[in-house]
């Protein structure tokens, strides 16, 4: 029996009990993906409740994803070392328990903090999860749909967040939407506990915490410094975090370099076709989760639907995700590696470009167009560049590698919320307000469309319908800039994927030019 089968704890190539250990793994994966999409919906409560700022709201909607991010593959590695099963459970665990803190936060701060917290207990759950699939199915073709399956649960959670989030908004308060995180996590555990298998790196080396902390502080540095510069501008601030974020990126890689066991072994973003995967990936899911995101908002805020009814109105993202995931793998095959990645990152691009032509009056059946064909793309893509990824290395380092591809999902995540979330409220903060409205009302009015929402209801109806509607115009307008701006990266990525992409296959398919 080989090094790598005695981490898995098995000698057989299928492992009986598989798939159900897999159906296990998924329901870690809804959890994330529920928590990132369903604070959408909850925008508009939570500004009404907590009164945050334009800044706090976009910290609320990102600091997730971005200390996420932030720890991911230090989490990964952390996994290889313990045991994935181990750190999936514990992780589970503290979900649960840091869920009830978000649900209650009084304040706009606490909000953010909490959410921070949460960050760290999610980024033990998908590296292990994805690492897990890498060490239960070893079949390429077995893992490549285990891939898929992990990748539309993904996509499922992003479909079942709006849509559970908006019943429970319309029936009970915003914290609800944090609350339900407890029944799936208890389920998780228990079941998790008996049928997951335990498997780790039987030679890992020690965790190195002083590459842990550079990691983080790198990570986050250089995302703070970027978000902020688009929001307002560079600064003293903005340079600082930039020049500590690259510096401890820098220290970070030449660590790695030095160290025996280090966390990520460096050296795989030498090979074009791990850094094109990496890179396909993050753009992605930037153009996809920026999209849903604001899409949420004007769906509510603009065109004056329910939360249930937006959650309902986005499922053709999931639905196209889901369907293409599933078919990845035997695409990628039949085909070839950049045909599909390329092809779904230009229909990403393409439907971020049609988004730039909506307008408040615009009918759902094109919505609804636009996002089957966003999902269909990002699916593709994602599954596709995260089985690349996850190949890349041996079964005993899947968890930092895992982590390297959650890194790109969340960081993708993050900077798509926060990137063109800084361009709609560029473009939105610049509307000119109506005569008449008082001073303080047109400063809460300027900081996020719920906040106009919100000041207009202390105005008479004669100023109030005026102030929201340029509101909204302004929101749309800027919808409409963010959009177009993506589109231009995302078929830029497309274009660059072809070629770095080159003579990259999938194992157990024959290779392509």
Do not use: C
């Not at 609800?176 to 498997?199: K, T």
């Amino acid at each position: 029996m080989s090094t790598a089968d005695r981490g898995t704890g098995t000698e057989e190539t299928r492992r009986p009990g598989r798939w159900i250990a897999l159906t296990v793994l998924v329901l870690a994966v809804l959890l994330v993906a529920v928590d990132a999409t369903v604070l959408g919906l909850a925008t508009p409560y939570l500004t009404e409740d907590l009164e945050p700022t334009g800044t706090q709201l976009l910290w609320i909607g990102d600091v997730y994803s971005f200390v996420i991010a932030g720890f991911l593959v230090s989490m990964g590695s952390l996994g290889d070392r313990v045991g994935r099963k181990k750190l999936l459970l514990t992780g589970a665990t503290a979900f649960g328990a840091i869920s009830v803190l978000n649900a209650y936060a009084g304040s706009a701060e606490t909000m953010i903090a909490a959410r921070a917290l949460l960050g760290v207990a999610g980024a033990t759950l998908m590296p292990s999860t994805l690492a897990l699939i890498r060490n239960i199915f070893h079949d390429p073709r077995e893992r490549s749909l285990a891939i898929g399956i992990w990748g539309a649960a993904a996509s499922a959670g992003a479909a079942v967040g709006p849509v559970v989030g908006g019943f429970l908004l319309e029936h009970f308060w915003w914290g609800s939407v944090f609350l339900i995180n407890l029944p799936v996590m208890a389920v998780l555990v228990v079941v998790g506990a008996r049928l997951i298998p335990e498997s780790k790196d039987p030679a890992p080396g020690p965790w190195d915490l002083p590459s842990v902390a550079l990691s983080l502080v790198g990570i986050i540095g250089v995302v703070y410094a970027v978000k902020d510069a688009a929001a307002h501008g560079f600064g003293p601030g903005v340079a600082l975090a930039a020049v500590i974020g690259a510096a401890a990126l820098v220290w970070f890689v030449r660590r790695q370099l030095r160290l025996p066991a280090p966390l990520i072994d460096v050296h795989l973003f030498h090979h074009r076709g791990f850094s094109g995967a990496v890179l396909a990936d993050l753009l992605t899911i930037l153009g996809l989760s920026g999209l849903v995101f604001f899409l949420s908002q004007f769906l509510q805020l603009v065109q004056g639907r329910s939360p249930l009814e937006a959650g309902l109105a986005e499922l053709p993202a999931a639905v196209g995700s889901v369907v293409a995931g599933l078919l990845a793998g035997r695409a990628a095959r039949r085909f070839s590696v950049r045909a599909v990645v390329s092809g779904g990152l230009a229909a990403v691009g393409l439907a971020l470009a049609a988004v730039t032509l909506i307008g408040q009056d615009t009918a759902y059946p094109p919505l609804g167009a636009i996002l089957l064909v966003l999902g269909v793309g990002a699916g593709f893509s994602f599954t596709v560049t995260a089985d690349v990824i996850l190949s890349s290395v041996p079964k005993e380092q899947a968890g930092a590698a895992s982590g390297v591809s959650e890194t790109a999902y969340e960081l993708g995540a993050a900077l798509g919320i926060a990137l063109l979330g800084s361009v709609v409220t560029s473009v939105y903060q610049g509307f000119p307000t109506p005569a008449g409205v008082p001073p303080g009302t047109t400063a809460a009015a300027h900081e996020s469309l719920g906040g106009a929402v919100e000041a207009a209801r202390t105005l008479p109806a004669a100023e109030a319908g005026p102030l929201i509607a340029a509101a909204q115009d302004a929101f749309t307008d800027g919808l409409r800039a963010a959009a177009g701006t993506g589109a231009v990266v995302l078929l830029a990525t497309a274009v660059a994927a072809w070629s770095l992409l080159r003579g990259q296959r999938l194992e157990g398919g024959a290779a392509h030019g």
